[in-house]
């Protein structure tokens, strides 16, 4: 295997003008670069990846935990993130939650794997984390980001939109759409997120009247699957409603999908609302109404903040998400509903 030192004698260079050749990190002349690049083919060198780390006492490479790979919500997520990092020349490592322990402790164990891997900095998605999960991760890595969580403690670390609005704007379309009788898909009880959501829109609700004992909530996973089903067991059960509130958009769909087997026209019978506003809902049929997440945005600014934590960069770091509701299709007056 060819060496620095190899290209450098093919080149005939001194070793620092090849090594600034190769790393791009100092002046070269335009002669000795055309001469090192030559001896790079000529020898098929490869730098080594050990190397430069040890040399610049960094890897090179941003964390990330995500609790799934799958759906358009964490596809957003990873997207965004490995776009950030390889503008910068660095590298993105995916570490998931997938397991057979509680996602609290499968969480834990794949940030800790991204820790013992060394990776500079690392972004969290952490909804199923405690308050104090996330004071201890951040002692054993200063340099770590909190996406979709708010953490009193780690301000500075956390990234995340106002989640309690989130569901008032939620309750407020289906309301002011004229619905009053109601039923809800969440997601996990436990998870931080979900919770805020359906705070802001029982929240809602309860300033026009209307009780969250009155309105039948089934609990689900987030999933495609969680939503067709949790929506068959309102149709089966035979609960009255107008307007379904979905705690994400992938539940959503399973839900329209549910409806469309079943007969049920959304919006003519049922008017459907999801949460996230991810890149699926504008390809339903009908086109889904949702609250809109600036997911990207988040993402992007966790990220940035940790490449200034990291490699020193001057990123504006922004910390305001506003959210929002895209009207689609999904949602209409109760004058359309059939009796």
Not at 52 to 64: N, Q
Not at 77 to 85: G, R, S
Not at 91 to 113: M, N, S, Y
Not at 235 to 244: N, R, V
Request: hydrophobic share 40%.
């Amino acid at each position: 295997m060819a060496t620095l030192k190899d290209v450098a004698v093919l080149a005939g260079v001194g070793m620092s003008t090849a090594s600034r050749a190769i790393s791009g990190a100092g002046p070269v002349s335009a002669e000795a670069m055309k001469k090192v690049q030559a001896a790079i083919e000529q020898l098929n060198f490869r730098p080594s990846s050990i190397g430069r780390s040890l040399s610049a006492k960094s890897l090179g490479m941003i964390g990330i935990f995500t609790p799934s790979f799958f759906g358009a919500y964490y596809g957003t997520i990873l997207k965004q993130t490995d776009f950030e990092l390889r503008a910068m020349r660095r590298h993105v490592v995916v570490a998931t939650g997938c397991g057979d322990g509680t996602p609290r402790d499968e969480a834990l164990e794949a940030v800790k794997f991204l820790i013992g891997r060394d990776c500079d900095g690392i972004v969290v998605l952490g909804h199923d984390l405690y308050d104090e999960d996330l004071i201890a991760l951040q002692k054993m890595n200063p340099k770590i980001a909190f996406l979709n969580r708010r953490s009193a403690q780690l301000p500075e670390a956390s990234f995340c939109p106002d989640h309690f609005h989130g569901g008032e704007l939620a309750a407020r379309t289906l309301l002011q759409a004229g619905h009053r009788e109601l039923a809800v898909i969440s997601g996990p009880a436990a998870t931080s997120d979900n919770t805020e959501r359906l705070d802001g829109f029982f929240a809602e609700l309860r300033r026009s009247g209307i009780e969250r004992s009155t309105v039948r909530l089934i609990e689900s996973d987030f999933s495609r699957e969680g939503g067709f089903g949790a929506t068959q067991q309102l149709i089966s059960e035979g609960t009255k409603f107008t307007g379904l509130f979905c705690a994400n958009d992938e539940m959503a769909v399973g839900a329209l999908s549910c409806f469309h087997r079943a007969g049920v026209d959304v919006p003519g019978q049922v008017s459907v609302i999801g949460y996230d506003d991810d890149y699926s809902a504008e390809y339903t049929s009908p086109g889904l109404t949702s609250v809109h997440i600036p997911m990207e945005q988040l993402t992007q600014n966790a990220v940035r903040w940790l490449l200034n934590l990291c490699y020193g960069t001057q990123h504006e770091i922004v910390r305001d998400f506003p959210v929002t509701v895209t009207m689609r299709g999904s949602v209409a007056a109760p004058s359309r509903i059939a009796a």
